[in-house]
């Protein structure tokens, strides 16, 4: 039995992502892996206003501007992706709520340190966001990551809560079911072990390992994370 196009489709764009990391050349990855998943990218919804505000920050405003304000901040191994990929998820997320979304790019990995990225991106998130008052932040993959990091600063601007999608968190366990399943289908537990190679030892740095401690003793003033 053949598969569906779209699965096979999925599993090509997959493909490319996983082999990058031993090309030589990773913008010729990248932009294989941009057009692929390109295909699957619904349209932007009407009425939803995209600004570029800075290199790596861009705002989507809802039709009478909005009432709740989100800081989103993608994942990819911090490898892979940009704000074009997400671009008409984030547009679409705004026209069924109504709020308001600051969407944070970064520069990558392995090109750039992971230290060198992250500390402009946090830079980059609390100038970007100083105007917006209370915020709730949302991360995917390496982005949920991410997003804890200044959540859980003592003096960080504002956050409310945090919404976790798909979270990468676990930087020092190396589970049994990876050992039995890692690998196969749509699993590469040897390129997620890379991914994590990259940043994991500066958030383990940065103490972002004790999250769980800080969150539970209200240390962070975060609200909650989901």
């Not at 009478?64 to 998820?89: A, C, K």
């Not at 600051?102 to 992971?114: I, N, Q, R, S, V």
């Not at 946090?122 to 932040?137: I, S």
């Amino acid at each position: 039995m053949s598969l569906a196009s779209s699965i096979s489709s999925i599993l090509s764009v997959r493909s490319i992502m996983m082999r990058s990391r031993a090309s030589l050349d990773l913008t010729d990855a990248r932009a294989a892996q941009t057009r692929g998943i390109s295909s699957f990218l619904g349209p932007v919804p009407e009425g939803v206003h995209i600004q570029n505000e800075a290199p790596d920050v861009r705002r989507f405003i809802p039709q009478g501007g909005g009432s709740m304000n989100y800081v989103y901040i993608h994942g990819g191994g911090l490898v892979h992706f940009g704000l074009d990929i997400f671009t008409p998820f984030l547009a679409n997320m705004v026209a069924k709520t109504g709020a308001r979304i600051t969407a944070l790019g970064y520069d990558k990995a392995p090109e750039h340190e992971a230290g060198t990225c992250l500390e402009a991106l946090m830079r980059r998130r609390h100038a970007g966001t100083l105007d917006l008052g209370e915020v709730k932040l949302l991360g995917d993959s390496v982005g949920c990551l991410i997003a804890l990091y200044p959540a859980l600063q003592i003096g960080s601007p504002a956050v409310s809560s945090v919404a976790l999608i798909y979270p990468v968190l676990a930087l020092r366990d190396i589970y049994p079911s990876s050992e039995l399943f890692g690998e196969g289908y749509l699993l590469a537990d040897t390129d997620m072990r890379h991914f994590r190679s990259l940043f994991g030892s500066w958030f383990l740095d940065q103490s972002l390992a004790s999250a769980p401690e800080k969150r539970s003793t209200g240390e962070a003033g975060c609200a909650g994370v989901l």
